[in-house]
């Protein structure tokens, strides 16, 4: 394999306007990101930005950025118009798409999602254990239904499987096939994904196989002021 990190970021974030410029102990969030995907050691860094402070920022941090459409429906669709832009010789086959919003996420973390794409999964992803019914029971916790061999079966918001155990909170890195990648934001979106509001779901309806390995952390998404507050405890502890 030979893989490429993408980062999508827009700064029209709905509850935290501005948030890939958001400030974490001086240095923007965009720029935590990068450091991050570098650290991963999974390949050249790209940002897939939609302005073009966004793009000086990356830049000044010593990434790799491509302007994309801001009208773009989803991350996936921005990673794959910047990973066309940046390598249109095809060189790269695997693209990582990393949530510009996750900066507590470990680098480690990353190698391992990259390292789930096997054994003829399309695309590759990450799943964390929780035994709290706050989490079984938040319909902003997705949690995947996997197979004992790691392949996912579905996503949902509901609380699932049923019975006694833990679920397992869905972490939002994907490590795509390029050839995946490039039939997957191709087609519609699914049934399922417009009832869910989640993507993998079409990716799922289209026979594609995901394959998840499990983390021990659950690094959340930036999607409001307390969740940078938060980012920012964490991250002041490494």
């Keep these: 394999?030979?893989?490429?990190?993408?980062?999508?970021?827009?700064?029209?974030?709905?509850?935290?306007?501005?948030?890939?410029?958001?400030?974490?102990?001086?240095?923007p969030?965009?720029?935590?990101?990068?450091?991050?995907?570098?650290?991963?050691?999974?390949?050249?860094v790209l940002v897939a930005a939609c302005e073009e402070e966004v793009a000086e920022a990356v830049l000044k941090a010593g990434g790799n950025v491509t302007l994309t459409?801001?009208?773009?429906?989803?991350?996936?669709?921005?990673?794959?118009?910047?990973l066309e832009a940046f390598d249109p010789a095809g060189r790269y086959d695997v693209a990582v798409?990393?949530?510009?919003?996750?900066?507590?996420?470990?680098?480690?973390?990353?190698?391992?999602?990259?390292?789930?794409l096997r054994d003829g999964a399309d695309i590759a992803t990450l799943v964390?254990?929780?035994?709290?019914?706050?989490?079984?029971d938040n319909p902003n916790v997705v949690k995947a239904v996997r197979a004992a061999d790691g392949r996912?079966?579905?996503?949902?918001?509901?609380?699932?499987?049923?019975?006694?155990?833990?679920?397992?909170?869905?972490?939002?890195?994907?490590?795509?096939?390029?050839?995946?990648?490039?039939?997957?934001?191709?087609?519609?979106?699914?049934?399922?994904?417009?009832?869910e509001k989640l993507e993998q779901l079409r990716a799922l309806e289209m026979g594609m196989i995901i394959r998840a390995d499990s983390i021990a952390d659950f690094p959340k998404g930036v999607d409001s002021p307390p969740d940078l507050e938060a980012a920012r405890a964490v991250l002041a502890k490494r």
Excluded at 29 to 40: C, N, P, S, T, Y
Excluded at 128 to 136: F, G, H, K, L, T
Excluded at 170 to 185: I, K, N, P, S, W
């Design 128 to 136: 964390s254990p929780s035994n709290e019914a706050a989490d079984r």
């Design 29 to 44: 969030m965009i720029a935590w990101m990068v450091d991050l995907a570098k650290a991963a050691k999974a390949g050249p």
């Design 97 to 116: 798409n990393l949530q510009g919003d996750m900066p507590t996420m470990r680098a480690e973390d990353v190698a391992k999602a990259v390292a789930a």
């Design 152 to 195: 996912c079966l579905y996503f949902t918001r509901a609380a699932a499987p049923h019975g006694d155990g833990p679920i397992e909170r869905h972490v939002g890195v994907y490590v795509y096939r390029r050839d995946a990648l490039a039939r997957f934001v191709a087609a519609p979106p699914s049934p399922l994904e417009q009832r």
């Design 1 to 27: 394999m030979n893989p490429v990190v993408v980062i999508p970021a827009r700064m029209a974030s709905t509850r935290l306007p501005g948030k890939p410029l958001a400030d974490i102990h001086g240095r």
């Design 69 to 82: 459409d801001p009208d773009l429906p989803s991350g996936s669709d921005r990673v794959h118009a910047a």
